[in-house]
């Protein structure tokens, strides 16, 4: 009998088959269940020490998931889906992580039963569509103008955070900004970048309640001269540069020869001349205002203070393009191609005040600003950031809403009826496949499940009335679970309703992240990085100094 031949390395480990995709659905089970008491508004917080020994106090999904060190290859595919349900849609990250947990869980006793895990992929696909379909016809439109319907629906996201005791503060922020930085694109499409143009200035001090929407920009710098340039402008015209305003200096070395001490006058005259010329062309538009993103020397700043010109240097890209687009500016690259239609003019008021210990410039009362600065005030720097992902999951729900304005009821209603649709076509589903469709159905009750227990009701008493309830006809499809006092409530009448977006997008990335992890049979660590570094220790065996690796491997 021939010696069996080593194909990896002896330090490697393999895991293959059932074990496997059981060790994969413990791990994203295990994710879920980190984050599962912070469901609905009677979550609970988490608290992450990170290495520099900073505190994390937070019941957002992603940003607790953010925090945790994990080692296995599907607890860190989970934690991926939370932050790509984050950037996608910016609210239901907590949803995804429970939903696909609990689809993995489903799948145990399928593959238990020596069901294809192909097959189970193909039941939960065909669940998936019903599920999309379910969502669709309870959905239904509304005006993105009815400031009070906006507010309800932001409210019911921010609701379960530690701002809701805040009542409509984070709702109107929100709504604020998004409306704000909506651009109709022409085509009936609007853009909403508020990543790019709504940016959250945290200002630690003051009361929460001082947090507030700019009708224009703010940023953390002062004038370069501050005794002397003027630091508050009514109806300022505002010139943007991203070109330096000195004396441009050598690439690497540069060699000057003089013969006489004379010479180094003449370098300094020239100097100083190409810095009056590019001030003399800024000069002649007559701007009160000039921002640059590179450098300016202190001889420009003393040519630009003799003509009356205020000027701040060395501002970020992100802030220049949102000032740009707030007083209707152009950014500028050289001081001979400025025109007359790069000034800004659409902003009333530009004025440098003092926040804490810092100077701040404003730029405000715009006409038509399209971006925009949200101070947050507070009492302290974690409270803050809490205060900074709440908001961002606000944000994103605003946005969702006035992109593909169409609502959901929440409070686990549309899991509820999607439950009983499967259940009600599961029949016309044939051979195994069946039994899958049917799991799915009873996987996505796992989020008025949560919710009932989060808020201490009796899980299997309260989920029994909301199933008969549902059975009762599709009319009862908006009841759900009021996550307060986890009694059935009507949320048509509680006002509790979520973006279709945001429901269609945490079905999609659950079940395509349930079918993607059930699909591995095999996983393999401890491979050497340093390939073709010399042979490993105790590794593959080998006749010739190269071999092919797939020729290595067992017939």
Request: charged residues 30%; aromatic residues 4%.
């Amino acid at each position: 009998m021939a010696a069996p031949m080593l194909v990896l390395q002896a330090n490697t480990k393999r895991d293959s088959g059932r074990k496997a995709q059981i060790g994969n659905i413990a791990a994203a089970k295990a994710v879920s269940d980190i984050i599962r008491t912070t469901l609905g508004p009677r979550s609970m917080l988490k608290m992450l020490l990170d290495a520099q020994g900073g505190i994390v106090l937070t019941n957002d999904g992603n940003a607790i998931l953010r925090e945790i060190d994990v080692v296995h290859p599907a607890a860190k595919s989970m934690i991926d889906l939370s932050r790509t349900q984050d950037e996608e849609v910016g609210d239901g990250t907590t949803s995804v992580i429970i939903l696909a947990g609990e689809l993995l869980h489903s799948a145990e006793p399928l593959l238990e039963e020596k069901i294809h895990p192909t097959v189970i992929v193909r039941g939960y696909v065909k669940a998936l569509e019903e599920a999309l379909r379910v969502v669709e016809e309870v959905s239904f439109p509304v005006d993105v103008n009815n400031r009070e319907e906006m507010q309800k629906l932001v409210n019911s996201c921010v609701g379960t955070k530690y701002t809701a005791r805040f009542g409509n503060l984070i709702a109107n922020l929100a709504l604020d900004a998004v409306l704000t930085v909506v651009k109709d694109r022409g085509d009936g499409t609007k853009e909403i970048d508020v990543k790019q143009y709504a940016k959250v200035e945290k200002v630690p001090g003051g009361r929460i309640e001082d947090s507030c929407v700019l009708d224009g920009v703010m940023f953390n710098k002062d004038v370069v001269v501050p005794s002397r340039m003027k630091r508050k402008i009514e109806n300022p015209r505002i010139l943007l540069m991203d070109c330096p305003l000195e004396f441009k200096k050598g690439e690497s070395q540069t060699n000057v020869e003089m013969e006489k001490e004379d010479d180094f006058a003449v370098l300094l005259k020239v100097e100083e001349e190409y810095i009056e010329q590019i001030c003399d062309q800024i000069a002649s538009f007559k701007p009160d205002l000039v921002i640059t993103e590179k450098g300016l020397s202190d001889l420009a700043a003393h040519f630009l203070y003799k003509r009356g010109i205020s000027a701040i240097r060395r501002l970020r890209k992100t802030d220049n393009n949102r000032i740009a687009r707030a007083c209707g500016a152009t950014i500028v690259s050289r001081t001979d191609e400025i025109r007359e239609s790069d000034i800004g003019t659409g902003a009333g008021l530009f004025e440098v005040r003092k926040l804490g210990d810092e100077y701040f410039t404003f730029i405000e009362n715009c006409t038509e600003p399209k971006a925009c600065s949200i101070i947050l005030r507070g009492a302290s720097k974690d409270v803050l950031n809490e205060i900074e992902r709440n908001l961002h999951d606000a944000l994103g729900v605003a946005r969702n809403v006035v992109q593909d304005p169409k609502l959901v009821p929440g409070g686990g209603a549309v899991e509820m009826a999607i439950s009983r649709a499967i259940q009600r076509t599961m029949h016309n589903i044939d051979g195994p496949e069946q039994l899958a469709y049917k799991a799915v159905g009873t996987a996505v009750e796992v989020i008025p499940r949560t919710l009932i227990q989060n808020c201490g009701a009796n899980v299997i008493r309260t989920l029994t009335k909301l199933r008969a309830k549902h059975a009762e006809g599709d009319e009862a499809c908006t009841f759900g679970i009021n996550g307060l006092t986890g009694v059935i409530t009507d949320m048509k009448e509680l006002g509790v309703w979520e973006p279709c977006a945001v429901k269609t997008q945490t079905l999609k990335t659950a079940v395509e992240s349930a079918c993607m992890l059930l699909r591995i049979d095999d996983i393999v660590s401890g491979l050497s990085k340093n390939k073709g570094q010399g042979a490993p220790r105790g590794g593959m065996q080998q006749e010739a100094e190269e071999v092919d690796s797939e020729r290595a491997l067992p017939e």
